[in-house]
């Protein structure tokens, strides 16, 4: 844990560093949607400060670090259960929040390369176009129908957006070109005209099993590591008091 940690740091640090971030701290607040580097700092930050603490704690018998381990492992574990539990009596709130997050993020769709990226790849794993539906990228500056858009993108969409032609080996970048220009039955056949918010509550619905397995196993994981780190304190300081 505590060697992925640094890894996650650096590839965050990296990422950061080729986009001119670290030369200019100020433009961490430019970007109007998320940054995909944050999930690597804020996770691999995580990672190395339990990983130093139960690693250093274990190897130096040193009780403080060992119960700041189990804490903060604890912290993250409450944490997790309040999240799922608020998710599951919040589901419209959660919706409703995952479509502005969508949507803020298609207005700065063009801003970040790795924003752009993860939307990219969102669209063409799920087979989805925007938050509910591909007009949703009318939000975008380059891709709304407006008359004042002189953009070539006007009225089109992201190539992920298009269905997928098995004989290509090229993925053609302007396959979404003047793609909301064309009747809605035209449209099915050239772009997905689902959203991604119900895509990814089908596929949550079809996978429900594999999550739930997934979400189980690092729960008893971590409540393994604090039972471990608590069961060693005591080992420590029984030792400590037969001095």
């Known amino acids: 844990m505590l060697f992925l940690g640094i890894a996650f740091l650096g590839i965050g640090l990296w990422a950061w560093n080729e986009k001119g971030v670290l030369s200019n701290i100020s433009s961490i607040t430019d970007l109007g ?10 996770v691999g930050g995580v990672m190395f400060i339990l990983g130093f603490a139960g690693c250093i704690g274990a190897l130096r018998e040193n009780t403080f ?45 063009r801003d970040d390369i790795d924003l752009q990226n993860l939307i990219d790849f969102t669209q063409e794993y799920w087979q989805c176009c925007g938050a509910f539906g591909a007009d949703d990228w009318n939000l975008n500056i380059y891709f709304n129908c407006t008359d004042s858009n002189a953009s070539r993108e006007r009225c089109g969409v992201p190539f992920s957006c298009c269905t997928k032609d098995p004989a290509e080996d090229v993925i053609n970048t302007q396959c979404g070109y003047d793609a909301r220009q064309k009747p809605e039955v035209d449209q ?38 604090i ?17």
């Open 227 to 243: 039972c471990l780190a608590q069961n060693l304190v005591s080992d420590i300081e029984a030792v400590r008091a037969s001095w």
């Open 33 to 42: 949607g998320f940054d995909p580097v944050w999930l690597f700092l804020v």
């Open 188 to 225: 099915q056949i050239v772009i997905y005209t689902k959203g991604c918010v119900p895509q990814f509550e089908k596929w949550l619905q079809d996978n429900l099993t594999i999550v739930a397995g997934i979400f189980i196993g690092i729960a008893l994981l971590q409540i393994f590591g």
């Open 65 to 109: 670090l060992l119960k700041f381990f189990s804490v903060f492992l604890g912290i993250i574990f409450f944490l997790e259960l309040t999240a799922g539990v608020l998710a599951f009596v919040f589901k419209d709130w959660i919706k409703d929040q995952l479509y502005f997050f969508i949507n803020n993020n298609i207005r700065a769709y």
